[in-house]
C-alpha cells in the first residue's frame, strides 16, 4: 500500500510540475508566439496568485467594456531597462480568456543584440505558476526577424521613437496627471509611463475586430535624463498584431496621431 501511495504522489508531483517543464530553451524555435493564453480567473484571485510568484501589478484598467488589463512588473523584467520591463495581462471576461504578452516576442524586438532566447525563463515559469496551463496564440512571427520588425517598406523601425514635448518638468507632469495609470522607476533611472485613454479612444481595435488583443493598451512612454519618447505607433500596433493587413491598417489610419494626441495631454 505504502509503494502505491509513494508512487501516486509521483505521478501528481510529475503532473503538477509539467507547466514548469513546458519551456523548452534549449532549442532555438523559428517563430515565437506574441502571447500566452489561459483559462480564466477571477481578479481578485489572480492579483494574490501575481504577488505570491512574485510580481508587482501597478495598475488595473478596463481598456473595453468587460475586458480588463493588469500591468505587472518583477526584478528580472525591471532589469532590462526597456519597454518589456512592464508586461499587460488582459481578463477578458468576454471571451474567457487570459492573455498576457510573451516576454521572450518583445525582449528579441526591443532589446535587440541585448537579448538570447532563454532570457525571461525565470519570468515565464511564474507566469505559469499563476496562470496554469498556457496556450501559444495563433499571432507569432519569426524569432530572427523580430529585431528587424517593420510593417512594410518605409514604415518605422523600433529605433523611430517619436519624441513627446513637456512644458516643464515632465517628472512633475506625471505625478500631477489624471492621465496616467502607472509609472515604474527602472534600474538605470528611466522612468517608464502608462497612459490612461479613454475607451472611446480604445475602440480602434473593435474597429479592425482586435477586441481580444486589448493587452497591446495601455500605451507606455519612456523619460529618460528629461526627455519623453513613445514607441512609434504604426511600429507598436503593427508589432503587437503581426497579422495585422494593410486593409485593417488603413482602417485605423488615424489611431498613431490620436495615440500621441492622448499621450501630450500628460505632458502640457
Same mark, same amino acid.
Do not use: C, W
Given at each position: 500500500?505504502?509503494?502505491?501511495?509513494?508512487?501516486?504522489?509521483? =505521478?501528481?508531483?510529475?503532473?503538477?510540475?509539467?507547466?514548469?517543464?513546458?519551456?523548452?530553451?534549449?532549442?532555438?524555435?523559428?517563430?515565437?508566439?506574441?502571447?500566452?493564453?489561459?483559462?480564466?480567473?477571477?481578479?481578485?484571485?489572480?492579483?494574490?496568485?501575481?504577488?505570491?510568484?512574485?510580481?508587482?501589478?501597478?495598475?488595473?484598467?478596463?481598456?473595453?467594456?468587460?475586458?480588463?488589463?493588469?500591468?505587472?512588473?518583477?526584478?528580472?523584467?525591471?532589469?532590462?531597462?526597456?519597454? =518589456? +520591463?512592464?508586461?499587460?495581462?488582459?481578463?477578458?471576461?468576454?471571451?474567457?480568456?487570459?492573455?498576457?504578452?510573451?516576454?521572450?516576442?518583445?525582449? +528579441?524586438?526591443?532589446?535587440?543584440?541585448?537579448?538570447?532566447?532563454?532570457?525571461?525563463?525565470?519570468?515565464?515559469?511564474?507566469?505559469?505558476?499563476?496562470?496554469?496551463?498556457?496556450?501559444?496564440?495563433?499571432?507569432?512571427?519569426?524569432?530572427?526577424?523580430?529585431?528587424?520588425?517593420?510593417?512594410?517598406?518605409?514604415?518605422?523601425?523600433?529605433?523611430?521613437?517619436?519624441?513627446?514635448?513637456?512644458?516643464?518638468?515632465?517628472?512633475?507632469?506625471?505625478?500631477?496627471?489624471?492621465? =496616467?495609470?502607472?509609472?515604474?522607476?527602472?534600474?538605470?533611472?528611466?522612468?517608464?509611463?502608462?497612459?490612461?485613454?479613454?475607451?472611446?479612444?480604445?475602440?480602434?481595435?473593435?474597429?479592425?475586430?482586435?477586441?481580444?488583443?486589448?493587452?497591446?493598451?495601455?500605451?507606455?512612454?519612456?523619460?529618460?535624463?528629461?526627455?519623453?519618447?513613445?514607441?512609434?505607433?504604426?511600429?507598436?500596433?503593427?508589432?503587437?498584431?503581426?497579422?495585422?493587413?494593410? +486593409?485593417?491598417?488603413?482602417?485605423?489610419?488615424?489611431?498613431?496621431?490620436?495615440?500621441?494626441?492622448?499621450?501630450?495631454?500628460?505632458?502640457?
Amino acid at each position: 500500500m505504502g509503494k502505491v501511495i509513494t508512487t501516486l504522489m509521483g =505521478v501528481l508531483f510529475f503532473f503538477n510540475n509539467l507547466a514548469v517543464a513546458e519551456f523548452n530553451f534549449d532549442t532555438l524555435p523559428e517563430k515565437l508566439t506574441t502571447y500566452y493564453s489561459s483559462a480564466i480567473q477571477p481578479i481578485d484571485a489572480l492579483k494574490r496568485k501575481l504577488r505570491e510568484n512574485d510580481f508587482e501589478v501597478l495598475s488595473t484598467i478596463e481598456v473595453l467594456e468587460g475586458e480588463i488589463v493588469l500591468t505587472i512588473t518583477n526584478n528580472e523584467l525591471k532589469s532590462t531597462n526597456s519597454y =518589456v +520591463a512592464t508586461l499587460q495581462l488582459l481578463v477578458n471576461t468576454v471571451n474567457s480568456e487570459i492573455r498576457v504578452q510573451n516576454p521572450s516576442y518583445f525582449g +528579441a524586438a526591443y532589446l535587440q543584440d541585448k537579448y538570447y532566447y532563454g532570457q525571461f525563463k525565470e519570468t515565464l515559469v511564474s507566469l505559469e505558476n499563476v496562470l496554469g496551463e498556457m496556450s501559444e496564440v495563433e499571432e507569432s512571427y519569426d524569432l530572427k526577424e523580430l529585431p528587424q520588425f517593420q510593417f512594410m517598406y518605409g514604415l518605422p523601425f523600433f529605433k523611430d521613437s517619436i519624441r513627446i514635448k513637456s512644458k516643464g518638468n515632465p517628472l512633475i507632469k506625471v505625478r500631477e496627471s489624471e492621465y =496616467v495609470a502607472y509609472s515604474l522607476r527602472l534600474p538605470n533611472g528611466s522612468l517608464l509611463v502608462g497612459h490612461r485613454f479613454s475607451r472611446r479612444n480604445n475602440t480602434f481595435l473593435k474597429t479592425i475586430k482586435e477586441e481580444k488583443n486589448a493587452q497591446l493598451l495601455p500605451y507606455e512612454s519612456m523619460i529618460e535624463e528629461g526627455r519623453v519618447s513613445i514607441l512609434n505607433p504604426k511600429y507598436y500596433l503593427a508589432l503587437s498584431l503581426p497579422f495585422l493587413d494593410l +486593409a485593417k491598417f488603413m482602417k485605423i489610419a488615424t489611431a498613431p496621431d490620436t495615440i500621441k494626441r492622448e499621450i501630450s495631454k500628460t505632458y502640457r
